[in-house]
């Protein structure tokens, strides 16, 4: 059964840094595209970044080019985990963060509908 499971998620002052972990299970990331979403209350699902396997043993990925400067996303085939480093945390980042998953290699997005498969959620709450 084909699982993600969110954390790393919490409380950040401002200007902090926190790094999400998406742990997937029954499956293996070489054959999936990772997408790391967030939602903060009242607004639409917006696609934050996207990893994929680029057929070589390395990686492709895409970054919403306003968060490019602080965010990185990352994976460890070993682990089977993707994750988000997030830095220079701001109070706009403050939302709740999923990672979701695709049959795809070579293949990244930013769209949710792209996606099949989504984890349960970590929460991001950025204040002072």
């Known amino acids: 059964q084909l699982q993600l499971v969110e954390s790393g998620g919490g409380l950040a002052q401002p200007w902090g840094s926190l790094r999400l972990s998406c742990a997937a299970s029954?499956?293996?990331?070489?054959?999936?595209?990772i997408g790391w979403f967030r939602q903060a209350p009242g607004k639409e699902r917006e696609g934050v970044s996207s990893?994929?396997?680029?057929?070589?043993?390395?990686?492709?990925?895409s970054t919403l080019t306003s968060l490019k400067d602080r965010f990185t996303i990352s994976r460890d085939n070993a682990k089977n985990t993707v994750y988000l480093q997030m830095n220079s945390l701001k109070p706009e980042d403050t939302a709740a963060y999923y990672c979701?998953?695709?049959?795809?290699?070579?293949?990244?997005?930013?769209?949710?509908?792209?996606?099949?498969?989504w984890g349960q959620g970590t929460q991001v709450t950025v204040s002072s």
């Open positions: 990893i994929t396997s680029d057929g070589n043993g390395g990686s492709t990925f």
């Open positions: 029954g499956f293996t990331l070489d054959e999936y595209t």
């Open positions: 979701a998953a695709m049959r795809a290699i070579g293949h990244v997005s930013l769209i949710s509908d792209s996606y099949d498969y």
